[in-house]
Nanobody, 125 residues
């Protein structure tokens, strides 16, 4: 079993920044591909970013490239999402997820085995 707990969400004005954290249980965290997804009201869950087990490879959806940065600290069993230049359209519940089976980054929610409970990010105009 893997437990994921997100934190760091909140209310911020457009142009501001937030850093999300996701703390994971399990001694093999360093073997997981980790991802961030988000879901806005009335919309489907969408991929945001993911990072390989070593941290050497990352992937972002086009709408956040250049603004968001995913990183991980395997010693702390934690993955981060630094979000800069936030826009109202970034408003959503953000979820972290662990992919235990893929050797490479997969940007599809069905590939991920464990999910956190989500943290709300609200960006005001």
């Amino acid at each position: 079993q893997v437990q994921l707990v997100e934190s760091g969400g909140g209310l911020v004005q457009a142009g501001g920044s937030l850093r999300l954290s996701c703390a994971a249980s399990g001694r093999t965290f360093s073997r997981y591909v980790m991802g961030w997804f988000r879901q806005a009201p009335g919309k489907e869950r969408e991929f945001v970013a993911a990072i390989s087990w070593s941290g050497s490879s990352t992937h972002y959806t086009d709408s956040v490239k250049g603004r968001f940065t995913i990183s991980r600290d395997n010693a702390k069993n934690t993955v981060y999402l630094q979000m800069n230049s936030l826009k109202p359209e970034d408003t959503a519940v953000y979820y972290c997820a662990a992919d235990l089976g893929s050797l490479r980054i997969v940007a599809v929610a069905t590939a991920y085995d464990y999910w956190g409970q989500g943290t709300q990010v609200t960006v005001s105009p």
